[in-house]
């Protein structure tokens, strides 16, 4: 929160995706090119006008190609201001950066919204995780979630996985990712 108030955030976060790229780079040597590195993006980076310069930059400097990078937003930093942030996103999507929209169904998970997006992962919040095994609304959300992105041809995530009745749901599910 402080990094985000002073403005720190934007060279911490340029630090960030610089340091992801160069070990996904050393990954990439020992023979993991099936790898990606995920990076979030806080709100204040997210719209940062150097955003695509910075990733493009660190994305050269590693030589690197675009589609080992997976640039994390949450749905509420994307959706504060659409037509921006549908710029920023496309741009990225055209480059070859994959997208994943983080905190899935916590913001304003309009599916307008969603088909707008250029995204290629979404990922189910884990307050929606955690109490999968007890809460029947909770199961049917992520049901929902998963069977909308499914749709939509995205990846599927859910964090927060923590046992193994989660795990076998989950997977039966669908999710790609856990």
């Not at 630090?15 to 996904?24: D, G, I, K, P, S």
């Not at 095994?133 to 992105?149: P, R, T, W, Y």
Request: charged share 20%.
């Amino acid at each position: 929160a402080l990094a985000e108030k002073t403005g720190l955030i934007i060279s911490l976060g340029e630090w960030v995706l610089n340091e992801a790229c160069r070990q996904m780079r050393i990954w990439f040597d020992a023979g993991y090119s099936h790898w990606r590195i995920a990076v979030n993006l806080s709100a204040l980076q997210f719209s940062h006008v150097g955003l695509v310069k910075s990733v493009a930059q660190s994305l050269a400097t590693h030589g690197l190609p675009a589609n080992c990078l997976t640039l994390e937003i949450t749905e509420t930093t994307a959706m504060s201001d659409a037509d921006a942030s549908m710029t920023v996103l496309q741009q990225l999507s055209d480059m070859g950066v994959d997208l994943s929209i983080d905190d899935f169904g916590t913001g304003y998970s309009s599916p307008m919204y969603l088909k707008r997006l250029p995204a290629n992962e979404l990922k189910i919040d884990r307050g929606f995780v955690r109490d999968l095994e007890n809460d029947s609304d909770d199961a049917a959300i992520v049901s929902a979630i998963v069977a909308l992105g499914q749709a939509l041809d995205l990846r599927i995530v859910a964090e927060g996985v923590e046992t193994s009745s989660q795990q076998t749901f989950l997977t039966r599910l669908g999710c790609d990712s856990l």
